[in-house]
């Protein structure tokens, strides 16, 4: 019979094992070497019946399809955009794919995103060489003017949106600012000065304390904020949160 | 990044006044294999200076006096913006900032340096090792370089080789105490210790030298844009009054 | 004169350590914000950190990897961190060389598929040194992999067992590398902590294959200890992260 030696939630470093037994199985983050399902990264124990996974703890982005992601221009070309993820690999926005109107060949692409602007959008191809391709055509996805830019590392990322939203949702309530949360650890915040840095000073402490349950009540007791809203929009990417709900992996 | 909008509140991104220093923290004289060494950080920056001494042939113009050398390091571990490769024109000034802050202020005696005129002399070298940048490297630097100084001890010496593992009880008495604060101008706002993204939208800065006396001995104006004398004159009173609080803040803990 | 059998007998470490006897240890992880992975690792008077980079764009294009993500290691000591004159800095003979043990002590254990084309950057800074630096580097570098999120089926750790004689005697001091009285062997060595798989075996000396086959056995048992230490400073860093 099989035995689990690492509890949920406990940290595993790589080679770790986490459970020993022929009836679990390894998932996400995890092997098999024999009877013992080991750690094949550093990650925290998530047990679903005999279903053993790491959820990662760090890591830098790599970019994965229908990610809604926060990308910044790098270069203007012929017939589109680069675009840099805070990853390895940076990304094309195609002319045809730049907005929801035609682009006449020829036109000043400037016109529509310019070098170092900030773009809200979304991954619609990864190739296995990770060339990858984004498309701004779709509900909530727009260039992200003002405001500033916040990184964070992409394992906290379902920490700071929260259940259905409710996290950033009760932040940008809090705070009177608009947020957007990129699945690549880039987040966006437009605000007054001051309520920006609330947001920015709010966001440091989710992930300095992201796995501590009941983080949400402790976040509201700092924010001094009302009860917390989850809003009905998930799938979109405007200013509003723009996730289903916790990701982990 | 709309900083101006911050700086009109009287702020910065990071919350700090304009003419607010992060915290800074000195671990002096724990690096066992140098002759003198310190720890520095300002916020997230770390910075590491080990002093080494040797006995060299003083230069011939200078029979009398010892030599002293700056060199800095950016490891490429410090950020992602770091190259591994031989020193480039960001560390090359950093180096020659804090020398000239040192040399021209005579901070160290390099007449007391002196073993046999027009033979032998003691070299003091500082290398400035970037190991966390976060901005406001060379104001760092400075600080490390200085509470170096402060700690190191000369080796023993027996007239003819250097023996590192006796230290001699001779400590190195500085004459001065430069410090390098950098002032950098974003519009019309002054700003002191400035993060990675305050460096890359400054217009200009001014990085000033002073000693306790409050004497200038040494400037560095950097960055693309011109600077008015008006402006100049409030950077150089800015950087004077930050050092004096710096110095005051610090002092027993290797200033 | 005394035979050689005799003095071995006699020889007792020059600082009072058994032959197991590890120097006292200290490791901590996250000790670079800038880097996407860190970590520091003391044992004796060597001081070790290591910084990680990636995955990310690598450069120049002719050492991209379609298949497989790359990892490139640099050593360096900084230039104050001998026992006696200045290094200086800069890339030298020895630090490319130990650069190059480092990447295949630590390559073994690491699975790069998910990001081809781009690369994992290890910088390893020693700001002091006292025996034992490449060692001290790939442990540091091993944690330091592990808190980037790299992907890696095990954790490597690292140490130098000096063969003196007859015997094995673990983590070899500056001072009995320099033994004039005694023939010393100098072994580092790293094994992948669950399978011993040995990823780095060097070595300076005379010694006969029974004393380098006893000096593996031993060194296997320290870095167990070791890997304790890196274990332990992996968790501590994200213990503030559960609750």
Known sequence: MGEQLLANKAIAVPGEEIARGMDFVPAAGTYRDKESILAARLGLVSTDNRLIKLIPLSGRYLPKRGDMIIGQVIDVQLSGWRIELNSAYTALLSMKEGTSEYIEKGADLRKYFDLGDWIGTKIINVTTQRLVDVSMRGPGLHKLSGGRIIKVNPSKVPRIIGKQGSMIGMIKNATNTKVVVGQNGVIWVSGKPGDEIRVLDVIRKIERESHKSGLTDVIKTYLGAPDAVGDGNYEQMDDQNEDTGEHHE | ?255 | ?243
């Open chain 2, 1 to 255: 990044m709309h900083l101006l909008d911050y700086f009109k509140e009287g702020f910065r991104p990071d919350g700090r006044k304009l003419d607010e220093f992060r915290p800074i923290t000195i671990e002096a004289g724990t690096i066992k294999t140098a002759e003198g060494s310190a720890i520095v950080t300002i916020g997230g920056t770390r910075v590491i200076v080990g002093v080494k001494m040797q006995v060299e042939k003083p230069y011939s113009d200078r029979p009398n006096e010892g030599t002293m050398m700056v060199g800095a390091e950016l490891y490429p571990m410090a950020s992602p913006k770091f190259e591994s490769g031989p020193p480039n024109a960001q560390s090359i000034e950093i180096a020659r900032v804090i020398d000239r802050g040192l040399r021209e202020s005579k901070a160290i005696d390099t007449k007391g340096l002196c073993l046999i005129p027009g033979e032998k002399c003691w070299s003091v070298i500082m290398d400035v090792c970037a190991m966390n940048e976060e901005g406001n490297l060379l104001d760092a630097g400075s600080i490390a370089a200085l509470a170096a100084l402060n700690t190191t001890i000369f080796p023993g010496f027996d007239g003819t080789i250097v023996d590192y593992k006796h230290p001699s009880d001779r400590k190195l008495e500085l004459k001065k105490q430069p410090i390098a604060i950098t002032v950098v101008k974003i519009a019309n706002y002054l700003l002191v210790d400035p993060t990675n993204e305050e460096e890359q939208a400054m217009d200009a800065r001014l990085t000033v030298t002073t000693t306790a006396e409050g004497t200038i001995c040494s400037l560095q104006k950097g960055g693309e844009a011109s600077l008015l004398p008006e402006e100049i004159q409030a950077m150089l009173e800015l950087a004077k009054t930050k050092a004096k609080e710096i110095r005051g803040s610090l002092s027993g803990k290797g200033l």
């Open chain 3, 1 to 243: 004169m005394k035979t050689q059998v005799n003095i071995m007998s006699k020889y007792q470490r020059t600082d009072g350590r058994d032959a197991d006897g590890i120097r006292p240890m200290e490791a901590k992880v996250g000790v670079i914000p800038q880097a996407d992975g860190s970590a520091m690792f003391k044992i004796g008077n060597t001081i070790a950190y290591a910084a990680v980079y990636g995955p990310r764009e690598l450069y120049p294009r002719f050492l991209q990897n379609p298949e497989t993500g790359i990892l490139r290691c640099n050593y360096n000591m900084m230039p104050f961190s001998g026992a006696g004159d200045r290094v200086r800095p800069g890339a030298n003979r020895r630090s490319k060389e130990i650069s190059m043990v480092t990447e295949n002590a630590l390559r073994p254990v690491i699975d790069l598929h998910d990001c081809p084309n781009a690369v994992v950057d290890v910088f390893i800074e020693l700001p002091q040194t006292d025996a034992g630096s490449r060692c001290a580097g790939i442990t540091a570098a091993a944690m330091a992999l592990a808190d980037a999120g790299i992907a890696m089926r095990d954790m490597v750790s690292a140490i130098a067992v000096g063969r003196i004689g007859d015997g094995s005697y673990v983590d070899l001091s500056y001072e009995e590398e320099a033994l004039e009285d005694y023939p010393v062997a100098d072994i580092p060595m790293a094994f992948v902590n669950r399978t011993g798989e040995v990823t780095l075996l060097q070595m300076d000396g005379e010694v006969q294959t029974e004393g380098i086959m006893d000096a593996l056995a031993k060194g296997r048992e320290a870095c167990k200890r070791i890997h304790a230490l890196q274990t332990q400073a992996l968790k501590n860093k994200f213990q503030g992260d559960t609750q």
